[in-house]
Nanobody, 114 residues
Framework: VQFVESGGGLVQPGGSLRLSCTAS????????MNWYRQAPGKERELVAT????????HYTDFVKGRFTISRDNAKNTVYLQMNSLKPEDTAVYYC????????WGQGTQVTVSS
């Protein structure tokens, strides 16, 4: 099982980024997927979830209304559209299965700064 995250970068407050995570080594369409993030000196935290069955989505309070998770099962990829970014969104972002988590990828760095 492998996850490859991409799409991060440096963005000004209020800006947008779209993260991608391409998975391999398992039947992607059968698994709920999560995005997580880890800021310097803090523990990794859950950001958003998308289910396998019907594509329903769930967000933690600090990203509701700003972030959108989506998936493309044909491409084995989960996305995170991030709008209205804030400096506190600065972190390394990771994806993983919601259940039966596998080894973490390298993540993608998001830095929100003016």
């Amino acid at each position: 099982v492998q996850f490859v995250e991409s799409g991060g970068g440096l963005v000004q407050p209020g800006g947008s980024l779209r993260l991608s995570c391409t998975a391999s080594g398992f039947t992607f369409s059968r698994y709920d997927m999560n995005w997580y993030r880890q800021a310097p000196g803090k523990e990794r935290e859950l950001v958003a979830t998308i289910t396998a069955t019907d594509g329903s989505t769930h967000y933690t309070d600090f990203v509701k209304g700003r972030f959108t998770i989506s998936r493309d099962n044909a491409k084995n990829t989960v996305y995170l559209q991030m709008n209205s970014l804030k400096p506190e969104d600065t972190a390394v972002y990771y994806c993983n299965r919601r259940w039966y988590q596998a080894s973490w990828g390298q993540g993608t760095q998001v830095t929100v700064s003016s």
